[in-house]
């Protein structure tokens, strides 16, 4: 019975039990009378003076009044008329409970209460007495689980005791005993005992400190293994982020195009620019393929990085795939190597899922054949009847948009091809050493020079008249706008909000009657998309009003307006890549957030941070503050994340360390050989996936 009910809560073993760590723990160990109940919750000895009934029928429910030493206090017995027998006037009970004032007394409906053996003076010490063998919920440290269907407090704490008792005494330690000592962390069977039955918050906090810190260490430690494994062959090992490890590389020549195309440009390259690409070419120079992701805030121009990457595989004989998250952006990317490539010889094709056979197969078989060097395309480029000759280079532009799946999927289309990841969401810092822990992180911090911070206003709705004017100066100067809507079409539900289609034929008619206005938005069709977006970037349109499919990658430097009406609707990495539309120019831009009046306290934060920051990395630390790691683009399906106690981004520092210490190890024992590391060894053992064993 209790086993089943363990089982559907996923406790299948005393292991798994053990692991079952609490959620929150009470202290029971320090009085806390009724006088002081809103420090804390109280925890006290109180005589019981009398009882009252209120309510009728089934709704009759027992009061009980009570005292202890400092104040008297009522507690509201919903559903638990039993306790009128229990609680017997005149005798003493252990109790501990949240209270609240209301009607003029302190009163409780949360709390648990137990026979004392105390008599007398009710400012006795709450040290729990053990009555037979059951042991008292009072007097320590108790801890509190997540609970399942079936499963209650009681049987958790029972359990876990009895399993600690009888199992947990011989554990061995699963970290090396060095970092044991050096950071003072608890032995492994202590610190499975502390964390469910601390002795004392001091020993809990030691138990924490130690399992935060070992759940990290086996996280980089698996990151560590993964490097190592693709560096096989390589003498020397240079696990990324160990950066007094590093040995520097020499700093290959540009090759022959590379130079051609940057002789070409009508700009220098920023020095962020200039560092990727040193780094790049080392890395694809290099003898185990490179897995780099390039970060850089909107407008830094990875587009031509990954270009100047591309010329690199392709004057060794190899193709590249440039794959982009919308066709939109695929074919920005297709024109702007067009106009790149095209003069240096380049063979460039263009791959989408809307191309139709007549145009598809002449491609396919140019792909196949070799013919074609550079292709550019959507999640089409990893289509099955897709067949490269030889793929040397995956570029996945914003990269946050694709899943695991999908970057493996086009990654086998080549024999271990290179792969340049680029985001222009930034992944703090703290989580990209834990989701991309495996990967060599480039950073273009510089934005091209000319380009002034983007003004942003915060608008009400009542007063968008004044931003539509504002729009029109613009406009009149020569300028661009963007109007973005949360909506495509009118939602009767929502009256509120306003939609795409209707603002586009308002703005186009009443506000801007003398300029041309467009509309773009997701359920529109390639070709009309398209035919936009070309419109829009040679001037011929002057207004775009969009959804947020114009989030991603679009740019064009002219356009210096960025009105989003219903700001607060959107999330905060959108409204930074919104705001990185404009501001792509010299010209001055600026970005109207428009919000209606009844804004929660959540969208009030996210707005306020847009008109504090301007930086992406800042912006995206304060996401991740607002979101949690959970919701951050690609977490879920890294399938790192199974962490207990840990949380990479509260324990950063823990995490560092970890990573540091874990490196380090693999760095002189790669094989976990050594005495000191067998205990490592032998978790990575019991942890083997099925495959291991040929399943
Ligand atoms: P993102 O990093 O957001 O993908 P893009 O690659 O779209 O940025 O580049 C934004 C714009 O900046 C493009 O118009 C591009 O031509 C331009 N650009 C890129 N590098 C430079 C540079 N070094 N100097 C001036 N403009 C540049
Ligand atoms: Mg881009």
């Known amino acids: 019975m209790a086993v089943?009910?363990?089982?559907?809560?996923?406790?299948?073993?005393?292991?798994?039990?053990?692991?079952?760590?609490?959620?929150?723990?009470?202290?029971?160990?320090?009085?806390?009378?009724?006088?002081?109940?809103?420090?804390?919750?109280?925890?006290?000895?109180?005589?019981?003076?009398?009882?009252?009934?209120f309510g009728y029928g089934v709704t009759k429910t027992l009061k009980v009044h009570v005292e202890d030493a400092s104040a008297r206090g009522v507690l509201i017995c919903f559903n638990r008329p039993f306790l009128e027998k229990q609680l017997v006037p005149g005798n003493y009970y252990r109790l501990w409970g949240y209270f609240s004032y209301k009607y003029g007394v302190i009163q409780s409906t949360a709390f648990e209460i137990e026979a004392s053996d105390i008599q007398g003076d009710a400012g006795a010490s709450i040290a729990g007495g053990v009555s037979g063998r059951k042991q008292s919920a009072f007097g320590r440290i108790l801890p509190v689980y997540p609970l399942n269907a079936g499963l209650n407090q009681g049987m958790?704490?029972?359990?876990?005791?009895?399993?600690?008792?009888?199992?947990?005494?011989?554990?061995?330690?699963?970290?090396?005993?060095?970092?044991?000592?050096?950071?003072?962390?608890?032995?492994?069977?202590?610190?499975?005992?502390?964390?469910?039955?601390?002795?004392?918050?001091e020993e809990l906090e030691l138990a924490r400190k130690t399992f935060i810190y070992e759940e990290l260490f086996y996280l980089e430690v698996?990151?560590?293994?993964?490097?190592?494994?693709?560096?096989v062959g390589t003498e020397v090992v240079v696990p990324p982020g160990t950066e007094e490890a590093l040995t520097p590389r020499s700093t290959p020549p540009l090759s022959p195009l590379q130079k051609r195309l940057i002789e070409r440009l009508p700009f220098t390259l920023t020095p962020g620019q200039t560092?990727?690409?040193?780094?790049?070419?080392?890395?694809?120079?290099?003898?185990?393929?490179?897995?780099?992701?390039?970060?850089?805030?909107?407008?830094?121009g990875k587009t031509l990085v990954s270009f100047l990457a591309g010329l690199r595989a392709i004057e060794t004989?190899?193709?590249?795939?440039?794959?982009?998250?919308?066709?939109?952006?695929?074919?920005?990317?297709?024109?702007?190597?067009?106009?790149?490539?095209?003069?240096?010889?380049?063979?460039?094709?263009?791959?989408?899922?809307?191309?139709?056979?007549?145009?598809?197969?002449?491609?396919?078989?140019?792909?196949?054949?070799?013919?074609?060097?550079?292709?550019?395309?959507?999640?089409?480029?990893?289509?099955?009847?897709?067949?490269?000759?030889?793929?040397?280079?995956?570029?996945?532009?914003e990269q946050h948009r694709f899943g695991v799946v999908q970057r493996q999927a086009i990654m086998a289309k080549g024999n271990h091809p290179d792969l340049l990841m680029m985001s222009a969401t930034p992944i703090p810092r703290t989580l990209a050493l834990t989701i991309y822990g495996d990967m060599e992180v480039s950073i273009i911090r510089d934005l091209p020079p000319g380009r002034k911070p983007v003004t942003t206003h915060l608008a009400r709705e009542s007063n968008e008249a004044k931003v539509y004017d504002f729009v029109e100066r613009e406009l009149a100067a020569g300028r661009q706008a963007y109007f973005v809507y949360p909506l495509i079409?009118?939602?009767?539900?929502?009256?509120?909000?306003?939609d795409v289609q209707?603002?586009?034929?308002?703005?186009?008619?009443?506000?801007?009657?003398?300029?041309?206005?467009?509309?773009?938005?997701?359920?529109?069709?390639?070709?009309?998309?398209?035919?936009?977006?070309?419109?829009?970037?040679?001037?011929?349109?002057?207004?775009l009003v969009a959804t947020s499919v114009v989030e991603v990658?679009?740019?064009?430097?002219?356009?210096?307006?960025?009105?989003?009406?219903?700001?607060?609707?959107?999330?905060?990495?959108?409204?930074?890549?919104?705001?990185?539309?404009?501001?792509?120019?010299?010209?001055?831009?600026?970005?109207?957030?428009?919000?209606?009046e009844e804004l929660t306290e959540d969208s009030k934060l996210r707005l306020k941070v847009m008109l504090e920051n301007s930086d992406g990395f800042v912006i995206a630390e304060e996401d991740l503050k607002l979101r949690g790691p959970g919701h951050l683009g690609g977490i879920e399906q890294s399938g790192y994340l199974t962490l207990g106690l840990a949380d990479p981004v509260r324990d950063v520092a823990s995490l560092a360390q970890a990573r540091t210490d874990a490196f380090a190890m693999l760095e002189v024992d790669p094989g976990l050989l050594l005495p000191e590391h067998r205990c490592v060894a032998q978790v990575l053992n019991r942890a083997a996936p099925f495959s291991a064993i040929g399943l």
């Not at 011989?170 to 962390?185: A, K």
């Not at 009443?510 to 970037?537: C, G, N, Q």
């Open 553 to 596: 990658g679009v740019d064009v430097p002219n356009a210096t307006c960025m009105v989003i009406e219903h700001a607060e609707r959107f999330g905060l990495s959108a409204l930074h890549q919104l705001r990185g539309r404009v501001g792509r120019g010299t010209a001055q831009s600026y970005c109207f957030l428009v919000y209606s």
């Open 502 to 543: 209707s603002m586009a034929a308002r703005l186009s008619r009443e506000v801007f009657p003398h300029y041309p206005t467009a509309l773009i938005h997701s359920k529109l069709d390639e070709e009309e998309k398209r035919k936009t977006m070309e419109d829009f970037r040679k001037g011929d349109i002057k207004i």
């Open 4 to 53: 089943r009910t363990l089982a559907q809560a996923g406790i299948t073993s005393v292991a798994s039990l053990l692991c079952r760590y609490p959620r929150a723990w009470e202290d029971r160990s320090q009085n806390i009378p009724i006088r002081d109940f809103e420090r804390a919750p109280v925890c006290t000895v109180v005589r019981v003076l009398d009882h009252e009934w």
């Open 489 to 498: 079409e009118a939602d009767e539900t929502r009256d509120s909000y306003k």
């Open 156 to 201: 958790l704490r029972r359990f876990i005791q009895r399993a600690l008792e009888q199992y947990a005494a011989p554990l061995e330690n699963e970290l090396p005993l060095t970092i044991i000592q050096r950071d003072g962390f608890l032995p492994k069977s202590k610190a499975l005992n502390a964390i469910h039955f601390p002795a004392s918050m």
């Open 317 to 397: 004989g190899g193709q590249v795939a440039i794959m982009a998250p919308t066709e939109l952006l695929a074919r920005q990317h297709g024109e702007n190597a067009t106009q790149l490539l095209e003069p240096l010889g380049i063979r460039i094709a263009f791959l989408t899922g809307n191309l139709k056979t007549a145009g598809r197969s002449p491609l396919l078989k140019g792909l196949a054949a070799g013919e074609i060097d550079l292709v550019i395309g959507t999640h089409a480029l990893f289509s099955h009847d897709v067949i490269y000759k030889d793929l040397r280079l995956v570029v996945v532009d």
């Open 222 to 231: 698996m990151v560590g293994k993964r490097v190592l494994e693709r560096r």
């Open 275 to 300: 560092e990727a690409i040193v780094e790049i070419d080392q890395d694809m120079d290099g003898s185990y393929p490179m897995a780099r992701l390039l970060q850089g805030d909107v407008g830094s």
